[in-house]
């Protein structure tokens, strides 16, 4: 793949628990990001985390980036229904300015 | 409420014939993605613009694909001659990108080809 993996490929768990997705890259980034795509639809930005940050929140998602191990994980925590879909990691290059996405984790929240 | 609008958003056609894919970006966007998403390899980065102007083909096969922006309002993906193995969703994606920032890309909802 184009620069890194996202892991676990699936993931099924109960509605109230919470979701922890990781994502490992290869390359130097400048920023990181999640993105979500429900099925048959396009992806849709929910957080970016920069190089220089190591944590950051937005609403029930918290995302961490580790630039020593190379890696990045997003929690969702009290996971709900709507939550079902895949979700991807894109690493943006610090030498370019490309987007590299992996093959995604496929989440499902079982009410 | 502005998005990157994609056609055709179906697509059946039969081995050895023309696709053509087209994209509009987000109105200011300057600069527009195109990506392959199949099972197998995830969403994988075909060329992409800057100004109208190709930065990076080099994940597009050659001798088939081409993409081209004739203007700032259009893009097209091209496959000449078809094949079944090329049957994946084709997505555009846009976004602002100057050397003070931007970040964000955003995403149309995809041309679902399938080659038979």
């Known amino acids: 793949s184009q620069q890194g993996e996202e892991d676990p490929q699936a993931l099924s768990i109960q509605e109230g628990e919470n979701a922890t997705m990781n994502c490992s890259y290869k390359?130097?980034?400048?920023?990181l990001q999640w993105y979500r795509q429900n099925s048959g639809r396009g992806l849709v930005h929910l957080i970016l985390?920069?190089?220089?940050?190591r944590e950051k929140h937005s609403g029930r998602l918290r995302v961490t980036l580790d630039t020593s191990k190379k890696s990045s994980s997003l929690l969702i925590t009290a996971s709900r229904a709507a939550d079902t879909a895949s979700y991807f990691c894109?690493?943006?290059?610090?030498?370019?300015?490309?987007?590299?996405f992996g093959t995604g984790t496929s989440l499902t929240v079982i009410p | 409420d502005a998005r990157v609008t994609q056609t055709p958003r179906h697509k059946v056609t039969e081995m050895g014939q023309e696709v053509t894919m087209r994209c509009q970006p987000i109105?200011?966007?300057?600069?527009v993605f195109w990506y392959r998403q199949t099972m197998m390899q995830g969403l994988e980065l075909l060329a992409y613009f800057r100004n109208r102007a190709p930065l990076d083909d080099s994940g597009m096969p050659k001798d088939r694909f081409s993409a081209e922006m004739p203007d700032a309002t259009l893009a097209t993906l091209k496959i000449q001659p078809s094949e079944p193995r090329d049957s994946a969703v084709y997505f555009c994606a846009s976004g602002s990108f100057h050397s003070f920032g931007g970040n964000t890309i955003y995403f149309g909802e995809g041309s679902w080809l399938t080659v038979v």
């Open positions: 985390i920069r190089s220089n940050e």
């Open positions: 894109a690493r943006r290059s610090v030498s370019r300015n490309q987007f590299y």
């Open positions: 109105l200011g966007h300057n600069t």
């Open positions: 390359t130097s980034i400048n920023n």
